[in-house]
C-alpha cells in the first residue's frame, strides 16, 4: 500500500507519479480507479485519457449543451425492459423529478449530469495547464448573463447551463497554484463527505434526527480536545460556522462563567468588561465585542514583536491599568497562527499572566490549530493545553472542505449552563435515550449544519500520520520559498527570519525602484506595485496571491500554502509569474 501523502495517489508528487501529464503511471492511476471506483473511476480515466478530450477552458460565453440520456417509460415494472426515448431536457421541469411520480429515471439522469459537471471541474482543479480563475469584472458578468429570478420556472436544460456556467467563473480554489486563502486545496474524501451530509439533509441539534453525525461530533471533539493536551480529552466543545463565531462563543463563555447573571439581566448587571488580544489578531475579537454588547472600545490590543508576537510583558501592563481604572479583565485572547505573520503568541507565558489575574484563556488556533497534528511543529503551541478554550478551523491547515471551525472548552457543562434555553418542543426530558447527546441547546444556533462529518471521514481515510506528513509538507514549501527569496535580487522581506507557519511575508521591488532610496517616495510607488501585479495575476488567470499593508509596512505579498497538491515547481512558478509581471512597473 502506498505510503501516506505518497505520490502515487496524489496528483501534486514532486515527481510526477501521479500527474495526468505523465501517461504511463496516469494510466496505472486509471486502471485501479477503474478497478476500485466503477463507474466514476471510467469517467475519470475518459475525461482525462480516453474517449472525452480533456477538459479545456471554454472560450465562448455560453458553456456547452448538457448530452442527451435515455429516458423513463410509464410503466409500473421495476426494473422494466421498455423501450427508452432520448431525454431532451428542455421539456423537463423540477417538476418531473423526485418525488414526482416515475421521477426516479429522469432524477438518477439529471443528477448524472450534475455530475459530470463536477467530475470535469475536479479534474481541470488539478489540471496546471487550466486558469485558476476566468476573470471578468463584475459589470460584465451581470451584463453577459441574466442572473435575474423569474416566476416562471426554467426548464432542466436552463438549469445545468447555469451549473457550468457557475463553475466555469468560479476561483479553483483547488488548483495547486491558488495561494491566496488560509483555506485551499480540493480534499477527495472531503468532498464525498460533503455531497453526503448535503443528502443526508439533517440537522445537529438532537440525537433523534442525526444519531451518526452527533456521535461523531462528540467522538472527534473529544479526540481534538486530547491533542490539546487536555487530560482524557475531557471538556466540551462545538462545531460552529467559522472562526468567527468560534472565538464570539468563547467571549460568551468567558463572560458567563466570571458574571452568570449576565445572562438574566443583560450587560446592566455587570461592570466594565476588558478584553485583550494582540494587535495582530483577528478582526472577529473585535466583532465579537460588539455583537454581545461588550464594544470594540473594551478590546485592548497589545504590543508585538517585530515577528508579530505578543509582548507578556505589555499584556500584564494593560492588565494593570484596566484594573486601576476600575474595569475588570474578563478575557486574553492569545494568537497561535496570525492571519497575517504567521505568528504564534507566546502561551505559556501568557497563561502564566491570566493564572496570575485569574483572567479566562482563550488561544485563537484557528490558522495554526493544525500544527498540533505534527510531531515536528506542535512544539509552536506549547502552553495551548493550559488554556480555557481554544479556536481550531480544520478547514484552513488540514484542508477540510469549508466551513469546518471548532471551539474547544476544557470546563465540561459550562457552555450547556451559558446558552440552554430548555426549549420543551426540541428538548424533551423525559425522551428514551441518554439527553446528553442532544447538544443543541448549548448552541447559539437552532439549525446546526453537520459539519464534522467532512474532518472525521477525512480522518478515517488519512489517519493522523497523513495529516501530519500534509502539514509538514506544506511547512517544508513555505520554507523553501523563503530560501530561495530572502537573496534574490528583487525581494525584500517583510522581516527577518524563517517563518513559523507557512505565511512568507515579502515585497517585489521592480528594477525602477531598486536604485531609489528608502524615502517617502519610494514607499509610495512601492505600495502599488504588489495591487497592480495582483490585478494582473487575476486578469490572466495564472495564479493568485494575497497582499495587504499592516501598520506602517505598505502592500506587501503573504504568501501562505494549505494545499498538500502545490509542489516545488509552483513555488517556481509563482517566483517567476511575479518578476513577469511586474518587471515593467
Wanted: proline share 5%; net charge neutral; charged share 20%.
Amino acid at each position: 500500500m502506498a505510503s501516506p501523502g505518497s505520490g502515487f495517489w496524489s496528483f501534486g508528487s514532486e515527481d510526477g507519479s501521479g500527474d495526468p501529464e505523465n501517461p504511463g503511471t496516469a494510466r496505472a492511476w486509471c486502471q485501479v480507479a477503474q478497478k476500485f471506483t466503477g463507474g466514476i473511476g471510467n469517467k475519470l480515466c475518459a475525461l482525462l485519457y480516453g474517449d472525452a478530450e480533456k477538459p479545456a477552458e471554454s472560450s465562448g460565453s455560453q458553456p456547452p449543451r448538457a448530452t442527451s440520456r435515455k429516458a423513463a417509460c410509464s410503466c409500473n415494472q421495476k426494473p422494466c425492459s421498455c423501450p427508452k426515448a432520448e431525454v431532451n431536457y428542455a421539456f423537463l421541469h423540477a417538476t418531473d423529478l423526485l418525488p414526482a411520480c416515475d421521477g426516479e429515471r429522469p432524477t438518477l439522469e439529471f443528477l448524472q449530469e450534475v455530475m459530470d459537471i463536477l467530475l470535469q471541474y475536479v479534474v481541470k482543479s488539478f489540471d496546471r495547464s487550466t486558469k485558476v480563475i476566468d476573470f471578468h469584472y463584475p459589470n460584465e458578468l451581470l451584463q453577459e448573463y441574466n442572473w435575474e429570478l423569474a416566476d416562471q420556472p426554467q426548464n432542466l436544460e436552463e438549469i445545468l447551463m447555469h451549473c457550468q456556467t457557475t463553475l466555469k467563473y468560479a476561483i479553483k480554489t483547488g488548483h495547486p497554484r491558488y495561494f491566496n486563502q488560509l483555506s485551499t486545496g480540493l480534499d477527495m474524501v472531503g468532498l464525498a463527505a460533503d455531497w453526503l451530509t448535503s443528502t443526508a439533509n439533517t440537522n445537529m441539534f438532537t440525537y433523534e434526527i442525526a444519531p451518526v453525525f452527533v456521535l461523531l461530533e462528540y467522538v472527534t471533539l473529544k479526540k481534538m480536545r486530547e491533542i490539546i493536551g487536555w487530560p482524557g480529552g475531557s471538556g466540551d466543545g462545538i462545531f460552529s460556522p467559522g472562526g468567527a463565531i468560534s472565538n464570539m462563543y468563547a467571549m460568551l463563555i468567558a463572560r458567563f462563567k466570571m458574571f452568570p447573571e449576565v445572562k438574566e439581566k443583560g450587560m446592566a448587571a455587570v461592570p466594565r468588561l476588558i478584553a485583550f488580544t494582540s494587535e495582530h489578531s483577528h478582526f472577529s475579537l473585535k466583532k465579537g465585542a460588539a455583537a454581545l454588547g461588550i464594544g470594540t472600545d473594551s478590546v485592548i490590543l497589545i504590543k508585538c514583536d517585530e515577528r508579530g508576537k505578543m509582548i507578556p510583558s505589555d499584556l500584564e501592563r494593560r492588565i494593570l491599568e484596566a484594573k486601576q481604572k476600575g474595569f475588570v479583565p474578563f478575557l486574553v485572547s492569545a494568537t497561535a497562527g496570525t492571519t497575517v505573520y504567521g505568528a504564534f503568541d507566546p502561551l505559556l507565558a501568557v497563561a502564566d499572566i491570566c493564572k496570575k489575574y485569574k483572567i479566562w484563556m482563550h488561544v485563537d488556533a484557528a490558522w495554526g490549530g493544525g500544527l498540533l497534528m505534527s510531531r515536528k511543529h506542535k512544539w509552536k503551541l506549547s502552553g495551548v493545553e493550559r488554556a480555557n478554550s481554544v479556536t481550531w478551523n480544520p478547514h484552513k491547515m488540514m484542508g477540510v472542505p469549508l466551513q469546518c471551525s471548532a471551539l474547544l472548552v476544557r470546563e465540561e457543562g459550562l457552555m450547556q449552563s451559558c446558552n440552554q434555553m430548555h426549549a420543551s418542543y426540541l428538548f424533551q426530558q423525559d425522551k428514551h435515550y441518554d439527553l446528553s447527546y442532544d447538544t443543541g441547546d448549548k448552541a447559539l444556533q437552532c439549525g446546526r449544519h453537520v459539519d464534522v462529518f467532512k474532518l472525521w471521514l477525512m480522518w478515517r481515510a488519512k489517519g493522523t500520520i497523513g495529516f501530519e506528513a500534509h502539514i509538514d509538507k506544506c511547512l517544508e514549501l513555505a520554507e523553501y520559498l523563503y530560501n530561495i527569496i530572502k537573496n534574490r535580487e528583487g525581494y525584500e522581506m517583510v522581516f527577518d527570519g524563517k517563518p513559523q507557519h507557512t505565511n512568507v511575508c515579502f515585497w517585489y521591488v521592480p528594477p525602477s525602484l531598486r536604485v531609489l532610496d528608502n524615502n517617502e517616495e519610494r514607499l509610495s510607488r512601492l505600495s502599488k506595485v504588489a495591487p497592480v501585479i495582483k490585478a494582473r495575476m487575476m486578469e490572466s488567470g495564472t495564479t493568485m496571491v494575497s497582499y495587504q499593508p499592516l501598520g506602517d509596512k505598505v502592500n506587501f505579498f503573504r504568501m501562505v500554502i494549505s494545499n498538500p497538491a502545490a509542489t516545488h515547481q509552483d513555488i517556481d512558478f509563482l517566483i517567476e509569474e511575479i518578476e513577469r509581471l511586474g518587471q515593467d512597473l
